[in-house]
């Protein structure tokens, strides 16, 4: 069973039916159950909107604490905010992530968005290119540089460089794409990247949560 964790945030439905189709042999439930939650095989957290919300979200539905267990015990995939909240703390809010991984979320600076006399826009809303900075079960079948959906005005700063496993550039680089253990978590949104974005959760149903 793959759970989709419902904590009244994010885009769960459509994460589900990508699931859905890509593993039509599996049971994909969307549930806020502790119980659930913590009978899924694998476990996904999605996210929207703002931070703050998301955290007030999480701690409402009484799942904080469910989180940090099977975050730490199986095969555990974070898209968008759901990526973001596994960190320490947001400048957004400001507010206090859950602390599974070391680092930050920052705000894209507006002082780095001129290029050529242009200012880019925050958000940054659109595709681009993801680029591998080291192998990774979930990047079976994905060239290198190919592009993904992003959506998003925060992004992560990892504390320990060992847990980026891609990055962006928008215009500077960033890190979009965080992994260690059986943790994989992405900024851009999969469910909404096509080809590249299903043969990823392919991947995250497959994988044991094994690093390689």
């Known amino acids: 069973m793959i759970v989709v964790i419902d904590y009244g945030m994010g885009n769960l439905r459509s994460v589900a039916k990508a699931l859905a189709h890509v593993a039509p042999d599996r ?7 502790p119980a659930v939650i913590r009978r899924a095989e694998r476990v996904v957290l999605p996210g929207q909107s703002a931070m703050p919300d ?5 701690a409402a539905s009484g799942l904080e604490d469910v989180v940090r267990e099977v975050v730490r015990e199986r095969p555990f995939l974070g898209v968008c905010l759901g990526l973001q909240m596994l960190f320490e703390s947001s400048e957004e809010g400001p507010t206090r992530g859950l602390g599974v991984l070391p680092g930050k979320v920052v ?8 290029v050529g006399g242009e200012r880019l826009k925050v958000p940054h809303m659109g595709w681009n290119e993801v680029r591998q900075t080291r192998p ?11 592009r993904f959906y992003f959506a998003h ?13 891609g ?9 979009c794409t965080v992994a ?3 943790i994989f978590a992405v900024q851009f949104h999969p469910e909404k990247s096509h080809r590249a974005g299903l043969t990823l959760l392919a991947n995250f149903v497959g994988w044991s949560g094994a690093a390689s």
């Open 107 to 114: 705000r894209f600076r507006d002082e780095a968005m001129l």
């Open 27 to 33: 049971e994909v439930v969307v549930s806020g159950e």
């Open 167 to 175: 990055t962006a550039a928008y215009p500077a680089p960033f890190t």
């Open 136 to 146: 990774h079960p979930l990047w079976r079948g994905i060239p290198d540089g190919e």
């Open 153 to 165: 005005s925060y992004h992560p700063v990892p504390a320990d460089p060992a847990d980026i496993a």
């Open 180 to 182: 260690r253990a059986n």
């Open 54 to 58: 998301c955290m007030a979200g999480l």
